[in-house]
C-alpha cells in the first residue's frame, strides 16, 4: 500500500510547488526564469498579466522551452507588457507561438520597455515578422530582435526590416539564423547594423573633453589605490618576516655569559700569534 502511495504523494507535493510565485513575491523578484517548465501553460502567462499591472520589480521573464505556451497565453500579456516598462527582456524560445502571438507582441512594442525579445524556434512566419518590421519602424526602445531558426520566415516577411531599420534607431541585433530570408537580404540588412554598430562606436569614441579627463581622473585614482594596497602588502610581509625570524630567536639557546677572566684569556689568545699558531698546530 505504501509503495503504491509514494508516487502519488510526491506528485502530489510537486503539484504543490507548480504555479507561480505569489503576488509578493514576485513584488521582491527582479527575474522570473522558469525555463524549461512543463506545466507553465497560457493560463501562466494570463496570470502574470494581472500581477505586472501592479509590478514594477520584474525586469526579466523567461520561458525558454516552456512548449506549452503558445500563441493564447502571449495574447493575454502583450497588453501588460505594453503598459508595463519596468520588464525590459522576455524569452520566449522554443516555445510554441507563432503569428497570431507575435503580431500582438509587436502591437505592445512601441510603449513597452523591452529591449530584447527572444523568439528563436517559435513558429513564427511572414505575418509575425512584417508585424514586427513595422513595429520597429516606430523606433521602439528594443535594441536586440532574435528570429533564429524560425524556418517560415522568408524574404517575403523579413524584407520589410530593411525599410524599418532606416526609421530606427534602437536596433542594434537583428539575428535570423537558419531562417530562409536569401542571402540577397541577409547582405544589406547586416551591412546597416554593422554600419550602426560603428557609428555608435565613434560617437561613444567622441566623449567631451570634461569626460575624458573625468575617466583619466578615476584611472589615476585607481592605480594610487593599487600603489597604496601594495605598499601595504610589503609592510605586512616585512613585519610577519621580522615577527618570524624574533620567534626562531626565542626558540634557540641562549649562550652562557663569559666571565672576565675568560674574555681576557679570548683576548690574550687572538692577539698572541704564537698561541694561535700553535691551536691551528702551525710549526
Same mark, same amino acid.
Given at each position: 500500500f505504501w509503495k503504491l502511495l509514494a508516487p502519488l504523494s510526491s506528485r502530489a507535493v510537486m503539484a504543490q510547488h507548480e504555479g507561480l510565485p505569489p503576488p509578493t513575491e514576485l513584488q *521582491? *523578484?527582479? /527575474?522570473? @526564469?522558469?525555463?524549461n517548465? /512543463?506545466? =507553465?501553460?497560457?493560463s501562466h502567462l494570463a496570470q502574470l498579466a494581472q500581477h505586472l499591472a501592479t509590478n514594477i520589480s520584474l525586469t526579466f521573464l523567461g520561458f525558454r522551452e516552456? *512548449? @506549452?505556451? #503558445?500563441? $493564447? #497565453? =502571449?495574447? $493575454?500579456? $502583450?497588453? $501588460?507588457?505594453a503598459? @508595463?516598462?519596468t520588464v525590459k527582456k522576455l524569452i520566449l524560445e522554443s516555445t510554441a507561438v507563432g503569428d497570431p502571438g507575435v503580431v500582438a507582441l509587436a502591437d505592445a512594442l512601441h510603449t513597452s520597455g523591452l529591449i530584447r525579445l527572444d523568439l528563436g524556434y517559435c513558429r513564427v512566419g511572414d505575418s509575425g515578422a512584417r508585424a514586427l518590421a513595422k513595429a520597429i519602424a516606430k523606433d521602439p526602445p528594443l535594441t536586440t530582435l532574435v528570429l533564429d531558426h524560425c524556418t517560415a520566415v522568408s524574404d517575403d516577411g523579413a524584407g520589410l526590416f530593411l525599410e524599418a531599420l532606416n526609421k530606427n534607431t534602437s536596433l542594434q541585433v537583428l539575428s535570423v539564423r537558419g531562417t530562409s530570408i536569401s542571402s540577397a537580404l541577409r547582405v544589406p540588412l547586416d551591412a546597416v547594423l554593422q554600419n550602426r554598430a560603428r557609428e555608435n562606436m565613434t560617437r561613444m569614441g567622441g566623449r567631451s573633453g570634461t569626460q575624458m579627463q573625468g575617466s583619466l #581622473?578615476?584611472?589615476a585614482r585607481q592605480r594610487a589605490q593599487q600603489s597604496k594596497m601594495d605598499a601595504m602588502r610589503m609592510t605586512r610581509r616585512k613585519q610577519a618576516n621580522e615577527e618570524r625570524e624574533r620567534m626562531v630567536h626565542a626558540l634557540l639557546p641562549k649562550p652562557k655569559p663569559r666571565s672576565q677572566a675568560q674574555n681576557l684569556a679570548l683576548r690574550q689568545q687572538v692577539t698572541d700569534p704564537k698561541k694561535l699558531l700553535q691551536q691551528l698546530h702551525v710549526p
Open positions: *521582491r *523578484r527582479k /527575474e522570473l @526564469n522558469l525555463y517548465k /512543463e506545466w =507553465v501553460t497560457d516552456c *512548449r @506549452n505556451i #503558445g500563441d $493564447a #497565453g =502571449v495574447m $493575454a500579456l $502583450a497588453p $501588460a507588457l503598459q @508595463n516598462l #581622473g578615476h584611472d
